[in-house]
């Protein structure tokens, strides 16, 4: 029997789900931008759940980022894969944003050791991860200050890399000895939440569908206007 596998990425602003038949890529849809995300996603997953049940087979496992990034795309992609991981019945991995967007920035650099990962929280914040590729599973995924990642960046080891929308940034002052990977790379696609959701499977690193909650690491504009003044 085929091992059916449901990759869902709606982190980014342009969001791609993907299919795996065995542990190797079916195929990749890239969710439209000029559509709502809940509606392109719902289609996408109808159509490669057909593949699945033209095969005869039935899903074995749903991986999802499950943050941080965009609020409404995270709540929609999540929601997605929980309600149908619990309604077939079938194992859910959750995958962080970034350690996407590193897995693909090393596998595209294999002479980088160490990557720093930076990404656009907005309100003046950056999403980071620093990655070393020998120990990656033990990264973890913060947020710092606009201001901050500048001096960060500026201090960053020589021969490290560097990636994420983050690190396009005008402002920033690169090190001609930092390898900037190239943008293409910056951007999470599904079918690395499948590679990666497919390690945390084989690790037995799964998440109850009813526990799986999106990690927005930070408040909403909303939550952030409701809190008090320090000053």
Not at 111 to 118: A, C, D, K, N, V
Not at 130 to 147: C, F, H, K, S
Request: hydrophobic content about 40%; charged content about 20%.
């Amino acid at each position: 029997m085929t091992c059916w596998q449901l990759a869902i990425e709606t982190s980014a602003r342009v969001g791609s789900i993907a299919l795996f038949a065995d542990g190797q890529l079916d195929r990749q849809i890239e969710l439209p931008a000029t559509e709502r995300t809940a509606a392109s996603l719902s289609v996408a997953m109808d159509a490669l759940l057909c593949v699945v049940r033209d095969a005869g087979g039935q899903l074995d496992l749903i991986s999802v980022t499950d943050g941080p990034g965009s609020f409404t795309g995270l709540r929609i992609g999540v929601t997605a894969a929980k309600t149908l991981a619990y309604a077939v019945n079938c194992k859910l991995t959750a995958v962080d944003t970034l350690a996407v967007i590193g897995q693909q920035c090393l596998d595209a650099s294999p002479e980088i050791e160490f990557l720093q990962i930076g990404m656009k929280a907005y309100r003046g914040q950056i999403f980071t991860r620093t990655l070393d590729r020998n120990q990656p599973d033990i990264a973890e995924t913060t947020v710092m200050e606009g201001t901050a990642w500048s001096h960060f960046v500026e201090r960053l080891p020589h021969h490290w890399g560097l990636g994420g929308d983050a690190a396009g940034l005008k402002e920033l002052k690169i090190s001609s000895k930092i390898f900037l990977v190239d943008p293409q790379y910056w951007h999470p696609q599904a079918q690395t939440v499948g590679l990666l959701g497919a390690i945390q499977a084989d690790k037995g690193h799964f998440v109850e569908p009813l526990a799986l909650m999106p990690r927005y690491l930070r408040p909403s504009a909303a939550e952030e206007k409701s809190l008090p003044s320090t000053s």
